[in-house]
Structure formats: structure tokens, C-alpha cells
């Protein structure tokens, strides 16, 4: 029951990892080989510096981009740049961490780098997922995340028990148990794995009955997805206006913070909902909590897919974030309802977009943006059913009261001979179908 999940909640506290709180990094991107290399790996650390910049509070101090002949060495690289990095790094005392751009590395790798350089050191995973755990809103996102760090612990585990094992020479049983450290560590370890599976499990049941409850929602829901530094935020704050990045909290109990008020050329009210930003290569075991952050988009009435068209990657990019959306099992009128929209046109001259139902903005110059707020009212009206009329009321009766509450009054035109008044109004058809039946004309 509710108590279960109570106490499984408080174990599943994420694990802390020195992560929390501000960090100033210095990045360290290793390449392989060739030129060629070389233009991929200015990418990745172009990547690797706005994953850093999307955390509050972090910054990069520095970055560098070092030639090694295999990745697989001990220290990432040879002698020679090793110790060039190990100066640099000690040339930086403002520098809290270094982020090595690479997927995973052993824990031992990471003591040895440690201990050689004084600072803590991050691998893509561990920063990737510290920024999906700053952005898991809904219980599934934050239990997903804390499936994707049992990996993490398993290994720092092996590497303190040998650290241990050192010390004081061959392992020790605990206390008459007949179960070393490890194993006992291993198997709390499995139970919590289990545990949180359960509990995974259980929400997907519970959910699919709030949703039923969830549709009766008034406002329609954007979701507004793209690649990390495509420009989403942006967007956002041109298509809201500053002022409406203020939405009232009770509205908005079921969606996570990033979630904005704006206004439709018929001043129908939306909410925009900025969704975590993709990557590339993202590391195989947290797909499943990259999913759970993207929960809400599921819920939405329409998806803006923002794209930086002035990218040398942005055709990749597209087929990444397809790909994911294919992978969410949206419903299939909202994968066909999709609005692309190519961001920083103003980057790239004479722009003509290749795909014919896109919209071409740059949201930072306003560009565009005009022509994309009517396609989003045109597709939004569709998605949701509702239409905009115009009524003729009765003034002395409830009338205009009762359209006030339940739909979306635009405009009222009194004439004041007959006592009467038009009223333009975006109602659905259902609503529709009470007003008449309420009052017949």
C-alpha cells in the first residue's frame, strides 16, 4: 500500500554523488587519430560545454582537446600529454572538477586521475545523469534515474573493497554473518534494483488512471523538444513574453516547473512545457531515464520540434530526436501533428527549408515567429476539437456567465437595443453540445 511506497521512497533517495552544488570544470576532451577526428571532437566539446552550462550554477573554466594513440590505457593518455594535462590542471586553481568527455571510465581509472590531479573527475554518464536527475520531476523519472545509478554503484563498490582489502590484508567476514562486505553490499544492491522495478511497475498501473482524470484539462499543453543549445528557451520567452514566464502554481500541479504561459493570435491561453534537451551518443544504460524525464510529452496536445538548422550536425540531430519520439509510444495523431521549426535562420543566408511543413524563425530576432504562432493555433484548434464562434446571448438570462466558464470568451459585443450581445468564443464540440442543450434556442 501507500506506506510501502512511503518507505521505498525514502531509501530511494538518489545516491549523493560529489556532484551537487557549483561546479567549475575543466574539460577534457581526448581524440583518436586523424583530421577528421579532429572536427568531430570540436563538436564534442562544444556538446560537452553546454551540458555543463544547461546545470544551475555550473561553469567551465577552461577546455582542451588532447591527441592519444589509445583510449584504453590506464590514464586515458601517454606520458607526454599526461603530463602536460597534470600542469594545466594545476595551473587552474579555480578548477573543481574535470569532466573527460568520454562515455564511461573504470573506477580505477578515475582514482588514479584523482589522486594525480586533486580534483574530483567526471565521465559523460555520471554528468548526464546528474543533469537528468536535476530535471526528473514525476516519481517514474526520479526511480528511473536511481535504476541507471546502480551500474555507478556496483563499481565504486568493487574499487572500495579492494582499496579496503589493501589496507588491512584479505577480506574480513562481518561480524559471525559468514557473508563478506562485498556480498552483503552486492545483495542490498540487487534488493534495491528490485525493489525499484517493483515500484516502476506499480506507477505504470496507477498511471494510466490518473490520465483518464487528467484529460478534462483546459489549457492546451506544447511540448517544445529539440537538441541541447537548439534554442528551445528562447523560443519559449519570445513565443511568452517575458511576463508570462510567471504561470499560476495551482494550474500546474500535474506539470513540472519549466512550464510557461502564452497567448495564441485568438487569445486562446497555452502552456508551453520546455522538455530536457538531447544528445548524441547518449550513454546506452540511461535511454530508459532520458525517456522518464520526456514522461509529460505523452500528455501534450501538440510538439514543437525545435531544430538549429545553422548546425553542421542538424540532420543527425533530426534523426535522433525521431528517433526518441518513436521510442515514447506517443499516440500516433501527435507524432503526425509535429511542427518543425528551424531556429537561427538569421546564422545562414537566403535560408529555404528543405522539409515542406516547416517554419523557419529565428526566435532570438523574432523572426518567423508570427507565422509559427498560427500554425501552432490552426494545429492546436484540430488536435483539441474546439472551434472559434461567434454566439448570440441573451443578456438578462446566465448565459454569458455559464460561456465565461466554460469556454474561452475572446470578445462580447453588446447591442444594447435588444438587451442581446454577440460573443466570440473557442469552444470544443462537447461544451458546444451542453450550451445548446442548456439553453435552446
Same mark, same amino acid.
Given at each position: 500500500?501507500?506506506?510501502?511506497?512511503?518507505?521505498?521512497?525514502?531509501?530511494?533517495?538518489?545516491?549523493?554523488?560529489?556532484?551537487?552544488?557549483?561546479?567549475?570544470?575543466?574539460?577534457?576532451?581526448?581524440?583518436?587519430?586523424?583530421?577528421?577526428?579532429?572536427?568531430?571532437?570540436?563538436?564534442?566539446?562544444?556538446?560537452?560545454?553546454?551540458?555543463?552550462? @544547461?546545470?544551475?550554477?555550473?561553469?567551465?573554466?577552461?577546455?582542451?582537446?588532447?591527441?592519444?594513440?589509445?583510449?584504453?590505457?590506464?590514464?586515458?593518455?601517454?606520458?607526454?600529454?599526461?603530463?602536460?594535462?597534470?600542469?594545466?590542471?594545476?595551473?587552474?586553481?579555480?578548477?573543481?572538477?574535470?569532466?573527460?568527455?568520454?562515455?564511461?571510465?573504470?573506477?580505477? @581509472?578515475?582514482?588514479?586521475?584523482?589522486?594525480?590531479?586533486?580534483?574530483?573527475?567526471?565521465?559523460?554518464?555520471?554528468?548526464?545523469?546528474?543533469?537528468?536527475?536535476?530535471?526528473?520531476?514525476?516519481?517514474?523519472?526520479?526511480?528511473?534515474?536511481?535504476?541507471?545509478?546502480?551500474?555507478?554503484?556496483?563499481?565504486?563498490?568493487?574499487?572500495?573493497?579492494?582499496?579496503?582489502?589493501?589496507?588491512?590484508?584479505?577480506?574480513?567476514?562481518?561480524?559471525?554473518?559468514?557473508?563478506?562486505?562485498?556480498?552483503?553490499?552486492?545483495?542490498?544492491?540487487?534488493?534495491?534494483?528490485?525493489?525499484?522495478?517493483?515500484?516502476?511497475?506499480?506507477l505504470r498501473r496507477k498511471r494510466s488512471i490518473l490520465?483518464?482524470?487528467?484529460?478534462?484539462?483546459?489549457?492546451?499543453?506544447?511540448?517544445?523538444?529539440?537538441?541541447?543549445?537548439?534554442?528551445?528557451?528562447?523560443?519559449?520567452?519570445?513565443?511568452?513574453?517575458?511576463?508570462?514566464?510567471?504561470?499560476?502554481d495551482q494550474l500546474f500541479a500535474t506539470l513540472d516547473?519549466?512550464?510557461?504561459?502564452?497567448?495564441?493570435?485568438?487569445?486562446?491561453?497555452?502552456?508551453?512545457?520546455?522538455?530536457?534537451?538531447?544528445?548524441?551518443?547518449?550513454?546506452?544504460?540511461?535511454?530508459?531515464?532520458?525517456?522518464?524525464?520526456?514522461?509529460?510529452v505523452a500528455h501534450s496536445d501538440l510538439i514543437l520540434?525545435?531544430?538549429?538548422?545553422?548546425?553542421?550536425?542538424?540532420?543527425?540531430?533530426?534523426?535522433?530526436?525521431?528517433?526518441?519520439?518513436?521510442?515514447?509510444?506517443?499516440?500516433?495523431?501527435?507524432?503526425?501533428?509535429?511542427?518543425?521549426?528551424?531556429?537561427?535562420?538569421?546564422?545562414?543566408?537566403?535560408?529555404?527549408?528543405?522539409?515542406?511543413?516547416?517554419?523557419?524563425?529565428?526566435?532570438?530576432?523574432?523572426?518567423?515567429?508570427?507565422?509559427?504562432?498560427?500554425?501552432?493555433?490552426?494545429?492546436?484548434?484540430?488536435? @483539441?476539437?474546439?472551434?472559434?464562434?461567434?454566439?448570440?446571448?441573451?443578456?438578462?438570462?446566465?448565459?454569458?456567465?455559464?460561456?465565461?466558464?466554460?469556454?474561452?470568451?475572446?470578445?462580447?459585443?453588446?447591442?444594447?437595443?435588444?438587451?442581446?450581445?454577440?460573443?466570440?468564443?473557442?469552444?470544443?464540440?462537447?461544451?458546444?453540445?451542453?450550451?445548446?442543450?442548456?439553453?435552446?434556442?
Amino acid at each position: 500500500g501507500d506506506d510501502a511506497e512511503e518507505e521505498l521512497e525514502t531509501q530511494l533517495e538518489p545516491v549523493p554523488l560529489p556532484l551537487a552544488g557549483a561546479q567549475r570544470m575543466f574539460i577534457v576532451q581526448p581524440r583518436a587519430g586523424d583530421l577528421k577526428q579532429r572536427r568531430a571532437a570540436e563538436l564534442q566539446v562544444a556538446e560537452a560545454v553546454a551540458l555543463v552550462n @544547461t546545470l544551475h550554477n555550473w561553469t567551465v573554466v577552461d577546455k582542451i582537446i588532447l591527441p592519444t594513440k589509445n583510449l584504453d590505457q590506464k590514464l586515458i593518455f601517454g606520458k607526454g600529454n599526461f603530463q602536460i594535462l597534470t600542469e594545466k590542471i594545476k595551473r587552474l586553481p579555480q578548477a573543481t572538477a574535470v569532466f573527460l568527455n568520454l562515455e564511461r571510465i573504470s573506477t580505477l @581509472t578515475k582514482k588514479e586521475l584523482e589522486d594525480a590531479w586533486g580534483v574530483n573527475v567526471f565521465d559523460r554518464y555520471t554528468v548526464v545523469l546528474h543533469i537528468f536527475r536535476c530535471n526528473a520531476r514525476t516519481k517514474e523519472a526520479k526511480l528511473q534515474i536511481a535504476l541507471a545509478e546502480i551500474p555507478l554503484l556496483r563499481s565504486n563498490l568493487k574499487t572500495e573493497v579492494s582499496h579496503l582489502d589493501q589496507q588491512r590484508g584479505g577480506s574480513r567476514y562481518i561480524m559471525g554473518s559468514g557473508e563478506t562486505f562485498l556480498e552483503t553490499q552486492t545483495r542490498l544492491l540487487r534488493e534495491r534494483e528490485l525493489k525499484i522495478r517493483n515500484a516502476l511497475e506499480n506507477l505504470r498501473r496507477k498511471r494510466s488512471i490518473l490520465r483518464a482524470q487528467r484529460q478534462r484539462r483546459e489549457f492546451p499543453v506544447i511540448s517544445v523538444m529539440g537538441y541541447t543549445n537548439c534554442g528551445k528557451t528562447t523560443l519559449i520567452k519570445a513565443l511568452t513574453g517575458d511576463a508570462g514566464l510567471q504561470p499560476q502554481d495551482q494550474l500546474f500541479a500535474t506539470l513540472d516547473i519549466t512550464a510557461h504561459t502564452g497567448y495564441l493570435p485568438s487569445q486562446l491561453a497555452v502552456i508551453y512545457v520546455d522538455t530536457i534537451g538531447f544528445l548524441s551518443d547518449l550513454p546506452h544504460d540511461l535511454i530508459g531515464s532520458f525517456s522518464a524525464t520526456l514522461e509529460e510529452v505523452a500528455h501534450s496536445d501538440l510538439i514543437l520540434h525545435v531544430r538549429d538548422v545553422s548546425h553542421p550536425e542538424t540532420v543527425q540531430q533530426k534523426a535522433s530526436v525521431l528517433s526518441v519520439l518513436k521510442n515514447l509510444n506517443l499516440p500516433s495523431h501527435l507524432l503526425d501533428s509535429v511542427i518543425e521549426v528551424h531556429n537561427k535562420v538569421d546564422l545562414i543566408e537566403r535560408y529555404e527549408p528543405a522539409e515542406p511543413n516547416a517554419i523557419a524563425i529565428s526566435a532570438l530576432h523574432g523572426y518567423g515567429l508570427e507565422d509559427l504562432k498560427e500554425e501552432i493555433e490552426r494545429t492546436v484548434l484540430k488536435a @483539441t476539437g474546439k472551434k472559434i464562434l461567434t454566439i448570440k446571448v441573451n443578456l438578462t438570462g446566465p448565459q454569458l456567465s455559464w460561456l465565461y466558464k466554460e469556454a474561452t470568451v475572446q470578445e462580447v459585443d453588446v447591442m444594447p437595443d435588444d438587451g442581446t450581445a454577440s460573443v466570440k468564443v473557442i469552444i470544443s464540440e462537447s461544451v458546444l453540445g451542453r450550451f445548446r442543450k442548456h439553453f435552446p434556442q
